[in-house]
């Protein structure tokens, strides 16, 4: 019984009959697909670009290579002839510099700017119009590239453009800020420092004067002198002595009134 007479034996391409059996098989350029019945072409050109030296095309079951405007294909594979310098045939192509490349060209920008959508045109690195287009600028830096296929004989897209280009007026910011901090975090240490210094001194000088105790309650006074604590702030005199005139002159400890303002503290 020859299998491959009813429906081609289920085969989408050749059905080849044996002994008691039957079998599929795909053409040239094509290969199996999981249900082993179906074929699929093969794209050579994803293989070493089919081994074409410039424009490969994938075809239904095969390839063809090609060449660019200004070159000859030889040998079915590869291209002889002088590569035309497109960025001469049209004067103000690009903004600023243009690169010839075999076949095509492309444009660059130079510092301060980035290419356009259109892939020709400089715009200057504004930060607001960057961010709206989803550009980026990469320091003042352009560095982005868009080749065309103007000229070529096969027409694919252009690649998008990606503007690198940080503003260097951020980075400067952004020190600024960094140095801010550090300074005010070294201040607060050298504050805190200070105070846990300064407070077990204090201490022991308030225990060790004989003129007050905890309670700053006022003993062993001379008979000479007088002692009193000011009503009107929080200053506690030490010594009062008076003169000729009768007049009381008061020697404060300015360390006293301390506690009240930070940079007294840090001085005395």
Known sequence: INECDTNNGGCEQDCINT???????????????????????????????????????????????????????????????KNINECALVDNRCSHDCVNTPGSYHCTCKDGYYLSND????????????????????????????????????????SSLMVLAISSGFIIIIVIIGIASCVVIVLLIVVIYKRKKKQPHHEEQAHDNPMFHRGDEIKDIPANKKMFRSTTSRLRYSRVTEDEDGLEDAAADPRDDCKYNLFCRILF
Request: net charge negative.
């Open 19 to 81: 002994i008691g059996s039957y079998q599929c098989q795909c053409r040239e350029g094509f290969q199996f697909t999981r249900n082993g019945r179906s074929c699929a072409d093969i794209d050579e050109c994803a293989d070493k670009n089919g081994g074409c030296e410039q424009i490969c095309n994938n075809t239904l079951g095969s390839f063809q290579c090609s060449c660019l405007i200004g070159f000859t294909l030889t040998n079915d594979a590869f291209c002889s002839g």
């Open 119 to 158: 892939s020709h045109t400089c715009l200057v690195c504004n930060l607001e119009e960057v961010l709206k287009s989803r550009t980026i600028c990469k320091g003042l830096v352009t560095i982005a590239t868009s080749p065309t296929n103007i000229g070529a004989i096969e027409n694919t897209s252009s």
